[in-house]
């Protein structure tokens, strides 16, 4: 499935990075989940918010003030 998505997003000139995260199970960055997994939960939410700090904060030329 993932290569099928990602295959998509290649052919719509999508910009887009995927990792995989070897041997984590569906729901594993969930702490009270029975498959989470401490690091790879840890590289993930250290990932995403990268993400979000790139993408959501303002940057000087788009602050509103």
Same mark, same amino acid.
């Given at each position: 499935?993932? %290569?099928?998505?990602?295959?998509?997003?290649?052919? %719509?000139? $999508?910009?887009? $990075?995927?990792? =995989?995260y070897?041997?984590?199970? !569906?729901?594993?960055? $969930?702490?009270?989940?029975? $498959?989470?997994? #401490?690091?790879?939960? !840890?590289?993930?939410?250290?990932?995403?918010t990268?993400?979000?700090?790139?993408?959501?904060?303002?940057?000087? =030329?788009? #602050?509103?003030?």
């Amino acid at each position: 499935m993932a %290569a099928r998505f990602e295959s998509a997003l290649d052919k %719509a000139g $999508v910009k887009y $990075v995927a990792e =995989e995260y070897a041997g984590a199970a !569906h729901g594993w960055m $969930v702490p009270d989940f029975p $498959v989470y997994d #401490a690091g790879s939960a !840890h590289r993930g939410w250290q990932t995403l918010t990268a993400l979000f700090d790139r993408i959501l904060k303002p940057s000087p =030329e788009n #602050a509103t003030n």
